[in-house]
């Protein structure tokens, strides 16, 4: 009998060790941040999207840049930016080829779906850019048959489809600005943001050209944000963390201010 419940006592101590063990597995893999290269945040993004990245003198520049470098700096890792293709870039997080995207993606509904996003740390309004001397479109509401300049996936073009004009295919923000120049397209729609820093680095073009906001009631604020793989939960929760006490201490509302002339960081 003492036999019999020796070994029922083995039993049970090894059962129990083994539940033990399984829990701390799962919750290792949930709470422990996961990362391409330890010790290294690995971001994807464009790199050919004035103000937002781009390369001047070989080097990568502009607001997603020095904002993934101050988050990766806030986390304790060094960092490393993978420039890709847009259609690539939504991929490569899927496959795990970078940890993060910083690109100015808009969080969607069906993108919530599939991955996980960090809060947002741009509030993005929409602006509709016209010919100076152009009477017959003062509003969004004017576009409808219209030739509208925009990047084909772009929310740009969502908007555009949305109000009925005719996409006119542009995958720059300068080209789509000549192809409204030129009589190409009667207008472009794009993010204020990427205009307001147009038109700092390029204070003439407001002869040529005009821009009107599109109210929040037609479309509203796209929220821009970091885009994770959803399997990696510890590190969208450090990244909003980062973002966090980037924005307690300043240095969203100066990085806005530098390359967009204006806090686009607020709701």
Do not use: M
């Given at each position: 009998m003492k036999k019999w419940f020796k070994i029922a006592a083995i039993a049970a101590l090894g059962l129990l060790l083994t539940i033990t063990l399984t829990a701390c597995g799962k919750s290792s893999s949930s709470d422990s941040v996961q990362l391409k290269t330890k010790g290294t945040l690995t971001v994807g993004l464009e790199g050919t999207y004035a103000p937002y990245s781009y390369r001047e003198d070989g080097k990568l520049k502009g607001f997603e840049v020095e904002l993934a470098r101050d988050v990766a700096k806030k986390m304790g890792y060094k960092v490393k930016f993978v420039p890709t293709k847009w259609d690539s870039l939504i991929a490569g997080v899927s496959s795990k080829k970078f940890d993060v995207v910083?690109?100015?993606?808009?969080?969607?509904?069906?993108?919530?779906?599939?991955?996980?996003?960090?809060?947002?740390?741009?509030?993005?309004?929409?602006?509709?850019?016209?010919?100076?001397?152009?009477?017959?479109?003062?509003?969004?509401?004017?576009?409808?048959?219209?030739?509208?300049?925009?990047?084909?996936?772009?929310?740009?073009?969502?908007?555009?489809?949305?109000?009925?004009?005719?996409v006119v295919s542009s995958s720059e923000f300068t080209s789509a600005l000549s192809l409204v120049k030129d009589?190409?397209?009667?207008?472009?729609?794009?993010?204020?943001?990427?205009?307001?820093?147009?038109?700092?680095?390029?204070?003439?073009?407001?002869?040529?050209?005009?821009?009107?906001?599109?109210?929040?009631?037609?479309?509203?604020?796209?929220?821009?944000?970091?885009?994770?793989?959803?399997?990696?939960?510890?590190?969208?929760?450090?990244?909003n963390k980062a973002l966090k006490e980037l924005k307690a201490d300043g240095t969203l509302k100066k990085l806005s201010v530098k390359y967009f002339t204006a806090d686009i960081t607020e709701k």
């Open positions: 910083f690109n100015n993606v808009t969080i969607t509904s069906a993108r919530a779906k599939k991955f996980s996003f960090t809060d947002p740390y741009i509030y993005s309004r929409e602006v509709l850019i016209t010919k100076k001397d152009n009477t017959t479109i003062n509003s969004v509401d004017d576009i409808k048959n219209k030739k509208i300049a925009a990047g084909v996936g772009t929310n740009n073009e969502t908007v555009a489809q949305k109000f009925g004009a005719k009589g190409r397209a009667d207008g472009n729609l794009n993010a204020r943001e990427a205009y307001l820093s147009y038109l700092k680095d390029n204070p003439a073009a407001a002869n040529n050209f005009k821009y009107t906001v599109i109210p929040t009631n037609k479309v509203k604020a796209a929220k821009i944000a970091g885009l994770v793989n959803k399997d990696n939960p510890a590190l969208t929760k450090k990244i």
